[in-house]
């Protein structure tokens, strides 16, 4: 009874009916706002704003290792986009790592929150990364790699001030010229 054509049709009919059936994850949407962008900084400007009026319970225990923030923008422009999206990814490893350091040594608890959303935007940094189709790069198991420029920070203020320095440039940069937004 049908054609070749009808079945086709059916067929991919059934297809996407199976692809949007409620309860399958769909493909991520690409988010090239960069308000999504500002919404992080923002936050992490508040977490740095309660770091500096917290007297007590408060400080790192030793120096973390941290990205280096300052960009020059000639070097940057000549890394391809793989090259950036790791220098990217790796910073957000380093930022993750050191920021859980500082959770587990922080016992203002107005701090604490603060800190615990900076913990979950760089995850939510991730899942914009992804959604971007930038690969996820994990560092070796003994950090980043070599070619990653780092410095060391010994106090809490200074860490936060590093993590909205890099969310400002690097990963601002990354963002703004993903392929996949223009």
């Given at each position: 009874m049908f054609h070749n054509s009808s079945r086709g049709l059916f067929t991919l009919l059934l297809m996407l009916l199976e692809w949007t059936r409620p309860g399958l994850p769909s493909p991520l949407r690409p988010i090239c706002d960069?308000?999504?962008?500002?919404?992080?900084?923002?936050?992490?400007?508040?977490?740095?704003?309660?770091?500096?009026?917290?007297?007590?319970g408060c400080g790192l225990p030793e120096p973390v290792t941290v990205p280096?923030?300052?960009?020059?923008?000639?070097i940057w422009e000549r890394k391809n986009a793989l090259e950036q999206a790791?220098?990217?990814?790796?910073?957000?490893?380093?930022?993750?790592?050191?920021?859980?350091?500082?959770?587990?040594?922080?016992?203002?608890?107005?701090?604490?929150?603060?800190?615990?959303?900076?913990?979950?935007?760089?995850?939510?940094?991730?899942?914009v990364l992804r959604s971007l189709n930038i690969q996820e790069c994990n560092p070796p198991a003994g950090g980043v790699s070599g070619g990653e420029e780092t410095w060391r920070v010994?106090?809490?203020?200074?860490?936060l001030?590093?993590?909205?320095?890099?969310?400002?440039?690097?990963?601002?940069?990354?963002?703004?010229?993903a392929p996949i937004c223009h």
């Open positions: 960069l308000r999504v962008l500002k919404h992080f900084i923002e936050e992490a400007r508040d977490a740095q704003a309660a770091m500096l009026t917290c007297k007590e280096q923030t300052k960009v020059d923008f000639s790791q220098e990217v990814q790796s910073g957000l490893w380093l930022l993750n790592q050191a920021i859980g350091s500082l959770r587990a040594s922080v016992t203002n608890t107005a701090l604490q929150s603060h800190i615990d959303n900076s913990l979950i935007n760089i995850f939510r940094i991730g899942k010994s106090s809490a203020s200074e860490l001030q590093v993590h909205v320095n890099f969310l400002r440039g690097k990963l601002q940069l990354l963002l703004s010229n």
